[in-house]
């Protein structure tokens, strides 16, 4: 019997030690330029993704830019981490990327927010995050698409928090289509962040496979119990059906084109009547002619996203 409950000690132990590790920094390597980033993620670009990359990046050597290996459950998970590189104590925001996979990562030529763009709002004077999310960027693991995948955003939060340069109690979340999703699925589970920005946010996915049935085929192959039950499976994944478990204190930019193909104008819109029908704060800018990127608006985007953090930030 002593025999057994020291067992059970030791396994209650080393169950503590490993959920405090958590967000802990595995492996940190400091990006100093372009072509250091191209070496570090190992990709052969075409000359045209270089030279598109590179008109992307004029702030990256502006900041301080580093790739990052953190734990999240029991997986080495790859990221991002940003932040000026004047000293001080700075505000956080943790970007949530888009699309699935290598689709859409952070730093895939053709993703609306790469880490070029997170270069520029770290120069405006913010400590940056971005997961890849498990299982991809040579992370370990398989993502979920709002799966056990949200973890791996909920675990930057220590991350910064060890940060000494963070003032983590003035920490923001800014997604971006798939983002703002991961996005609302976090903030279900923390209340820690304090504003919210979001570009053509995927709120409604029951509606969107209606759109584009190629993406049935795609979830079932990564997306747990997808086969089993669809529609369960992917209402809890559509913020539209539970707008009302979502805190009210949290004001949210919601950045919407009128031309975007790949998530319907229409989506962004009834959820912004959710928002004012269960009083959660928000503003909606819509561009007129802006595609899924908003690509063609940019320095729009990038005014309103630093009006906003600077305001409830700063």
Do not use: C
């Amino acid at each position: 019997m002593f025999k057994l409950l020291i067992i059970l000690f030791l396994h209650v132990i080393a169950i503590q030690a490993f959920s405090q590790s958590n967000g802990k920094i595995v492996e940190k390597v400091a990006l100093k330029n372009f072509g250091e980033l191209i070496q570090y993620i190992k990709v052969t670009e075409s000359r045209d993704s270089v030279k598109l990359l590179k008109s992307r990046f004029k702030y990256f050597d502006k900041v301080q830019v580093f790739g990052i290996t953190y734990w999240s459950d029991s997986l080495r998970v790859k990221g991002f981490l940003l932040r000026p590189k004047t000293p001080g104590k700075y505000p956080a925001i943790i970007y949530n990327r888009g699309g699935s996979l290598e689709h859409g990562s952070l730093t895939h030529p053709m993703a609306s927010i790469g880490l070029g763009e997170l270069a520029r709002l770290a120069h405006r004077g913010y400590v940056i995050a971005a997961s890849q999310y498990r299982g991809n960027g040579g992370g370990e693991g398989q993502e979920e698409y709002g799966g056990n995948d949200i973890n791996d955003v909920l675990n930057l939060i220590p991350l910064l928090e060890s940060q000494p340069n963070v003032e983590i109690s003035r920490l923001g979340m800014f997604g971006w289509s798939r983002g703002g999703m991961t996005t609302f699925l976090t903030i279900k589970r923390t209340k820690r962040i304090k504003a919210i920005a979001l570009g053509a946010p995927s709120s409604n996915l029951t509606r969107t496979i209606l759109d584009r049935p190629l993406l049935d085929e795609w979830w079932s192959e990564f997306i747990p119990n997808y086969n089993v039950n669809k529609a369960e499976v992917l209402k809890r994944r559509s913020v539209i059906y539970w707008v009302n478990e979502l805190p009210k204190n949290i004001p949210i930019l919601l950045l919407q084109g009128e031309d975007d193909k790949s998530l319907l104008p229409d989506f962004t819109l009834d959820l912004s009547k959710e928002f004012t029908k269960h009083k959660i704060p928000y503003r909606l800018i819509k561009f007129e002619a802006g595609s899924h990127s908003l690509k063609a608006y940019h320095e729009e985007v990038f005014n309103e996203l630093f009006k906003w953090f600077d305001k409830y930030l700063k």
